[in-house]
Every structure is written in structure tokens, then in C-alpha cells.
């Protein structure tokens, strides 16, 4: 039998099987460098999200909002992660690199990134620059691309306008904007709110000042009227994200999956799901897991050669070592250890 090793760095999984704790962004480089003071930080929280605590009955579904001054170039950076719901960020002053979907972009003083629950990102590439950045996160209610959205009833657009700014979040592709004026003056209102008002009154500045971003967003959104792409919000497209984190993820490879836990993961029964991932890969859901499996553990042979072969085997999922070995042979023609000294003589 093997044990879990330890000492593999991994990314949060895409989804989540039912049943299953969520995993959150992790913030333990910013929790860090607050206790450190090498960050001015005032936020809003709940959850696994810092800042001041909020209540039960304040705001749900807000899962954080907040600023950061950074007054200097930091030696720390983000972890890739995914939040819990929609994340709209803005940089007020100074620059910063960001990175989405494994594509890095340099920010300057007004620019907006809008990232999905299932976009892997991290401010900072890797580390974070002198600059203002203000956040909020939203839950919509979806952890899939496929998904409905519902906002919380503290959302007052009207329903056409709420159904509009919906289906651009979800359909246009583009990760950064130009912020708009508007959007600019509610992050800094209520950043003020945040930092400085009292209790009930921060609420009440920071739900006015919430519907003001998010009608600025729409506005913005509108003016630019961005190529929308039906298919982000497709079956389709969720499937593919899976397949896609299957190969980019130990975090997802070294579960136990079956077929009906993949197909369930991404909401739809067996039938369809080997149908879709046929069509995007060619082969069937079993055996594209165990091929990237396979590739997974090629890249650790060649990069990691203090790594056991056996902690690699169960870092990709595999539960039995000869098995492993058996099944690597006759993939790459040659045994785990072969295929590390040739790579390593080459």
C-alpha cells in the first residue's frame, strides 16, 4: 500500500465533487505580509477570506471586498487559485502583472480584471509591484461555466439589466478592461466605507456602493460590446476545463475517479459525458485520464529526481507501484527508472 507524500505543490481542483469541502483561494502570502506589515490591508470577510468578519445576515453572498496599498515592490506573489464566485478587481495606482488561465498581462493604474469561479489566476507573476488594488467577490452560484447565475437579493437591477450584465460576465472571454470613471469612484467610496465608517453605516456604503459597481461594470461592459462566445457557457466548454485540469492538476489526477463521478462532477449523466469528451479528445473518459496520469508522471520523472518512484506513482493517481511500473513500460517502452536516467543523460 502506498502513503501520501508530502512536499508536491498543487492548485486548487476546478470542481468539486458533491459532498466535498470546498477549497478555497489559498491566502497565506498575503496573511503573511499583513502580519509583517509590508501591506496596508482593509477588507471585508467571511469564510476562508481575511478581513473583518461579516455577519450571518450582512450581505450574503459577499464574499470579500477590500483594498491593498503596497508602498513598495513585494517579494511575494498570489498562489494560483479559484475563488468561490465572481471576483472583479481594479488597480487604482501603480502596475502589476496578472495571470489567467496560464496567460500573464501587465496592469497599469485603472485597469479592471474580471475573473469566473472556474478561472485558476493570481495577482502578481510572480510577485506583487508597488500599487492600490481594490477586490470584490461575489457568489453567483455556479462552479461551472454551464451553470445558471443567481446574485444575491441585495443585487437591485432590475431584471433585464441583472439577465444583461449576466450573460456578458459569462460570454465574453476577455480577462482585462479599461475601468471606466464610474467603476473607479465606487471601489474608491467604498474602500473609504471599508476603512473608515462605523459598523452599520459601512454595511449601507458598501451595499449602495456594490450595486453602483456592478451597474458601472454593465455600462462598461456595453460601451466596449466585446465578440460574446456562447460556448463558455456550454456543457461543452465545462467538459473541456475538466479534461484540462485532469492533465494540468495532481490535485485532480490523484483522485479516485470513476466514470460517474467524472461525468457527475460536471452535471450531466455518463452517456453524454463520454459523448462530449470523445468529441474533444478522441478517446474515452477512462482512458484519457489514464494517459494523462501517465504523462503526469513523465514530467515529475524528469523534473523532480530526488522524487521516489513510488511517491510519483501516488502523486498521480496511481495505487499500486508495480502497476505503475507495468502500465508505464508500456506507454513509453522502457521502466520508470530507465526513462528517468535517459532523461537525465540527455
Known sequence: MLHKPSGVNRQPPLYRRAGQPRRVDAHRPLL????????DFHALGRGHYPGRRL????LPGLLS????DARGDQDWGMDFHRNEGVEI???????????VDHATHPLGPGDLTITRPWQIHRQGDPHISAGRLHWATIAVG???????????GWVLLAPEDRAELTRRLRLTESPVWRASPEVVRSFQRMAAAVAGETADRRISRVAVGLNELLLGVLDMLRAENRAERPRLASPEHSVELFLADLRQNLNSLEKDWKLATMAATCGMGTTRFSRLCRRLTNDSP?????LARLEAAARLLRTNPARSVTDIAFDCGFQSSQYFANQFRRRFGQT???YRKRADNG
Open 336 to 338: 520508470p527508472t530507465e
Open 65 to 68: 471586498l477590500g483594498f491593498w
Open 286 to 290: 477512462v482512458r484519457y485520464l489514464h
Open 142 to 152: 455556479a462552479q461551472r461555466p454551464d451553470q445558471p447565475w443567481h446574485w444575491p
Open 89 to 99: 478587481c481594479l488597480l487604482e495606482t501603480g502596475s502589476m502583472r496578472f495571470a
Open 55 to 58: 455577519a450571518p445576515g450582512q
Open 32 to 39: 503573511t505580509s499583513i502580519r509583517a506589515g509590508k501591506i
